[in-house]
């Protein structure tokens, strides 16, 4: 008992000695308990330690099995030269690719063809071209690796990549070797190679009337660039694409055509003058004989060309006849009759190809061959000489052709032609003569003596009328230009007089 004023026993703080016995005997079962939790808890443990053992051997399970189920085979998505190869043995990977490499290497070719024709069927072989086996051997056992690692997991990574990016894999040929190639083009390109050859004239003759040019024709020159054959020979070899390759020759043009030649060969001026006729045989030869002499004439640029020069003189001794020609209004008789036509279809031929007219002199009466003005009369004796003459104004030579034709029976006409360079597309020369003035005949007849007594013989016969008084006139002779249909310009080039003529007549010369 708590007595006021004395200190508290010192077990005044211990329970009651009813409580302790309570506290002792509650000890075990919490003894027991803290055994039991430590014992759930050591289970928990336990169970959770066994299903992560649990786990990771099942995991461990199906990495395995992944990885052993290509334990002797190509993982997928692995090629060689475009061929799958996934799932295939070693052995079967090396058949199939060899084959591939070995089929390749003879399949390949590329022809060289032009026009239907094959030169050349270029292959490897040609081009030193092999693949090397041991390569693709060494090739495939590197490619074996992927997913045979000594570490599952690396395999597994394998695998997996694999999956989301497949294994290309190409093998290699040896380099090329173009020597033989090289050879082969030379050869081809010779073959294409070779210059072009220009037309040019090879002959005249005149004897072929219609066609008197001999010309040889042009021809297109060759070049191949085999530079550009090469590379696609290569490009084809470095892809496998076999094929064809045909070849594009470049055409080089000639720099003078048949056309260009024929230009300088052109029939430039053309005459046609009717002989009469009344005209004798000795008339008409004589006009042969002359145009035989002009007829395959060549000349030159700047080279004049003269009609009593070419013919020369009228006698016997130089092919010529007697036969009527036209003096102060009558026909008479002369050594060479009749070549006044010749040297007036030369004439009017000249005029008509736009040459140069250097020496010309009309008749002094009318010719029944061509209108008065258009006319060009020649005379050739010891003391009087009457020429016509032309140049050639061209840059090029001109050739002339002559002859007398036969147009029926006893119908004759004089041709003459001159070729040289186009006078242009459309152009042509033609000729226009007109009256300007008329002149009265003279009233007074006019009488010369027979001496010939041709016609009178004495003296006290009536005078014969040999010439009846005719007009005279004053012609005008005009040169037109014409272009295609057109006439663009008009050049007067002569003004000639046809004598007015009084009757003629002719008296005898003896008594009787």
Known sequence: MYTPGFPPPTYQNQPPHGSQ??????????????????????????????NAKKAEYEKQQALFQEVNAYQNVYLPNIYVDGIHIGGMTPQEAIDTVI?????????????????GHTFVTINYDMLGVHTDEQV????????????????????????????????????????????QLDQILEQITAHF??????????YFYPQSWEEPFGIQKESYGSSLDSTSVRRQVLDMASKGESGSIELQPQLIPPKVTESDVRKDVTLIGECITPIDPSSTTARTDNIRVAFSRYHGKEVLPGETVSFNKIVGPRTMENGFQMAIEYANGLSVPGWGGGVCQASTTIYKAALTANLEIVSRTSHSDKVTYTEFGQDATVYYTSGRKIDFSFKNNTNGKIYIMARVEQTGKNKYQCVVRIYGHTLGDGVEYKLRTQTVETLIAPLMPEYQEDKNHEFVTYKDEEPHLVRKARDGFINETYLQRWENGVLVSEEMISRDTCKARAALYYTGTKNR
């Open 193 to 202: 190679t070779f210059a072009p050859t220009d037309a040019k004239l090879v």
């Open 136 to 179: 693709v051997y060494d090739l495939l056992r590197g490619a074996f690796e992927l997913g045979h690692r000594e570490d599952a997991n690396q395999s597994k990574l394998d695998i997996d990549s694999l999956k989301e990016n497949p294994y290309q894999l190409y093998t290699t040929q040896s380099s090329i070797n173009t020597t």
């Open 99 to 115: 084959n591939n490499v070995r089929q390749r290497q003879n399949s390949w070719n590329v022809s060289i063809t032009y026009q």
């Open 21 to 50: 016995k309570r506290k002792l005997r509650l000890a075990p079962v919490l003894l027991v308990c803290a055994l039991v939790v430590a014992a759930i808890a050591a289970v928990v443990t336990i169970t959770k330690q066994n």
